[in-house]
């Protein structure tokens, strides 16, 4: 299994360019969360995910956007983008409402 | 808005050392207390976790430490070893409402075991 697999990884924006990070996971897991990690600062939840076709916001939702049209894939879509926006971005997964999360090698996103 | 306080920021301990990291939290409902560690250029990983009706659990080198009156709990890694350098997360789980559940993360613990 390749668990968690998250693409691009690295990539730099100009202020005002749109894109998507692209999340899948072969463990047939129903959650599904986008996290955003900027430095000393944690993690923080953005979107969340409990099945195909439901999702929710998280703590900072702004400026994102999701959707979940299989059970496997959950991007994360950028509209406009800021400075801001600046941060490593992780996709994780889980089988469960409560218990491990597996998250995947993250992207860096950088907009100038 | 739900908080989880953790420290130290950073730790430097010598090899076989027992770095301690804390974390403290305020609302009641949290009930699962979940570890992660992060190395560089790496996801999360799970390390521990433990439930509020336990006071303490170990998994090798690890132990959660859960005080439930002071709403506190903490990390201990017996026998600390160089590959134990990496930052590590606290976390707490809250039912936001039906079957959702959300991980609150503390800012993090930047180890470093020296040889």
């Known amino acids: 299994n390749a668990g968690v697999t998250q693409t691009p990884k690295f990539r730099i924006l100009k202020i005002g360019q749109s894109m998507t990070l692209q999340c899948a996971q072969d463990m047939n897991h129903n959650y599904m969360y986008w996290y955003r990690q900027d430095p000393g600062m944690g993690l923080k939840l953005i979107y969340y995910?409990?099945?195909?076709?439901?999702?929710d916001k998280g703590e900072v939702p702004n400026g994102y956007n999701v959707s979940r049209s299989t059970t496997e894939d959950f991007p994360l879509r950028l509209e406009l983008a800021a400075p801001s926006q600046t941060s490593v971005y992780f996709c994780a997964s889980s089988s469960f409402a409560v218990g491990e999360q597996f998250f995947g090698p993250g992207t860096r996103l950088t907009v100038l | 808005q739900q908080q989880v306080k953790q420290s130290p920021q950073s730790l430097i301990v010598q090899k076989g050392g027992i770095p301690i990291i804390n974390c403290a939290y305020e609302n009641t409902a949290f009930d699962y207390f979940p570890w992660y560690q992060q190395f560089p250029g790496k996801g999360p990983a799970l390390l521990i976790a433990i439930r509020p009706d336990v006071s303490e659990k170990k998994e090798g080198r690890f132990t959660i430490s859960f005080n439930k009156s002071a709403k506190q709990f903490s990390l201990h890694i017996m026998d600390s070893q160089p590959g134990d350098s990496a930052t590590y997360f606290c976390?707490?789980?809250?039912?936001?409402?039906?079957?959702?559940?959300?991980?609150?993360f503390g800012k993090g613990t930047l180890l470093t075991v020296n040889p």
């Open positions: 995910s409990v099945g195909a076709g439901i999702t």
């Open positions: 976390a707490a789980s809250y039912n936001s409402g039906g079957s959702n559940y959300k991980l609150t």
